[in-house]
């Protein structure tokens, strides 16, 4: 394929990334010399690159943009608190409206008896604060050795130094020593990938039965926690067989061990839900929110806490830990206006009751494909896994990267999909209407067949 050529200012652009710009989750030689898509502009669930192309944005940016973008009200509500209070800090006794309101907003829509909301700027540091709380939270009660927290392979927790180790992403431990002392990891329920010859139903018993295993092993006396996101998303969206959360909680009741559940990308509506906790039945003590809070309009994340740990720590004299942009206005004021939309549209009832059927419904039409071994889904949240051999569920060999062709594919014809391994995956906004979702279901269906045609021959 001839790539066309690129007019002197995206040129000029991708020189100034290539000279300057220190990417996330890149690979600089390779993004110096293909250049980055730059993104001009937005609008509902669309894009526009420097080009000139517009692209269906199936992943909501980052599982973030759950209103769609252009949102006018979201932009009124962060000048309206920039010109009033731009900063103040909630150290040191201060507090401001927004801080506040946003806190018990958010303490509504949480799960029964959590009510506590200690902010951050994202969901990294969401993480970072849990595992210090959590620790002092022990501490305080008298069991200072309860240390341990648990967590999942290929579980996504983000990218600071906890967060990653929290995390089980075998590319991201393998770099600047992770994880640190006192994290361990148990299986992830994968069925697909990792099921072998159990029924669905069996291996979720089994990867429940795994977190058991290994607070047996390190003593109940020594784990401090166990951290879950309720569906995995950046592992690849995957979602537990139904036999999984049920057998959690059963173990979770006979241990002494608090439960985090990473909400950053299930929180604010994504299952249909307002948590994925709500989803399953779930009752966390603590929930990491950052993502759909604000939309990504503006950088914020945070930690909900149960009452209980509440007042634990609340008897405990300082909790030393906070972030200058803790509670920030601006971010705050965007949260809380979000959080308006959200409810005052009645935006989680229609994904629940319209137009998350019809996406699942539509996304499975997608499984007669030759390419296809399973579509999955809850919510606004989709899986596609591309395979070899439909019937084993076998992969390619490693040199054939089925995804990255696909996700080529996708963005050469106006969607944005993403590729965990030979996973394709979605989050679309939340606002997404069904005739968006036709037209991302007929560009999947037309970039797998571009993907089928590139390596089957
Ligand atoms: C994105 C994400 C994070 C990290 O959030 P950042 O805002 O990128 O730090 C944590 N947990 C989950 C489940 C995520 O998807």
Wanted: charged residues 25%.
């Amino acid at each position: 394929m001839n790539a066309p050529s690129k007019s002197a200012q995206t040129l000029k652009w991708q020189a100034l990334s290539r000279d300057h710009h220190l990417a996330p989750f890149s690979d600089y030689k390779q993004l110096g010399e293909n250049g980055p898509r730059i993104i001009t502009k937005a609008e509902g669930v669309y894009l526009w690159d420097s080009e000139g192309h517009k692209i269906l944005d199936g992943m909501a940016g980052l599982w973030c943009v759950a209103v769609g973008y252009g949102r006018e009200e979201l932009v009124q509500a962060a000048s309206k608190q920039m010109r009033e209070l731009p900063f103040y800090n909630t150290f040191f006794q201060t507090a401001h409206p927004p801080v506040l309101e946003l806190a018990q907003a958010i303490s509504e829509l949480a799960p029964e008896g959590m009510n506590h909301v200690f902010f951050t700027g994202s969901g990294s540091e969401g993480n970072d604060t849990m595992l210090r709380l959590v620790r002092h939270y022990w501490a305080l009660k008298g069991k200072p050795e309860k240390k341990v927290i648990i967590g999942r392979l290929n579980g996504y927790h983000g990218s600071t130094v906890a967060g990653a180790s929290l995390g089980g992403m075998k590319a991201m431990h393998e770099q600047g020593d992770l994880p640190i002392p006192g994290i361990v990891h148990i299986a992830q329920p994968y069925w697909f990938g990792e099921g072998g010859d159990m029924t669905p139903e069996a291996f979720g018993i089994w990867a429940a039965e795994e977190l058991e295993k290994k607070i047996l092993e390190v003593g109940q006396d020594k784990v401090a926690a166990f951290i879950a996101e309720p569906i995995q998303g950046a592992g690849g969206v995957i979602v537990p067989p139904d036999s999984y959360w049920p057998k959690v909680r059963e173990i979770l009741a006979k241990y002494e061990i608090l439960f985090v559940a990473d909400e950053v990308i299930c929180g604010f509506g994504r299952t249909g839900e307002w948590f994925g906790s709500d989803y399953y039945g779930n009752k966390p003590d603590l929930m990491t929110i950052a993502k759909g809070l604000t939309s990504g309009y503006i950088p914020m994340g945070g930690l909900i806490v149960s009452d209980e740990v509440f007042e634990t720590v609340n008897a405990g004299g300082d909790f030393n830990h906070g972030f200058t942009y803790s509670g920030h206005p601006v971010a705050a004021a965007v949260g809380l206006e979000n959080i308006r939309i959200l409810r005052e549209e009645k935006i989680l009832e229609k994904v629940r009751e319209e137009t998350a059927p019809y996406l699942q419904k539509r996304l499975r039409e997608l499984a007669d494909h030759p390419l296809v071994g399973e579509v999955r889904g809850v919510g606004m949240l989709g899986a596609i896994e591309l395979v070899k051999d439909k019937a084993t569920r076998a992969r390619f060999p490693g040199e054939v990267s089925a995804g990255m062709v696909c996700r080529g594919h996708c963005f050469e014809n106006g969607l944005i999909m993403r590729a965990v391994g030979d996973t394709m995956i979605i989050s679309p906004a939340l606002v997404i209407s069904k005739e968006e979702i036709d037209e991302l279901v007929t560009k999947a269906r037309l970039c797998l067949d571009l993907t089928a045609r590139d390596i089957l021959g």
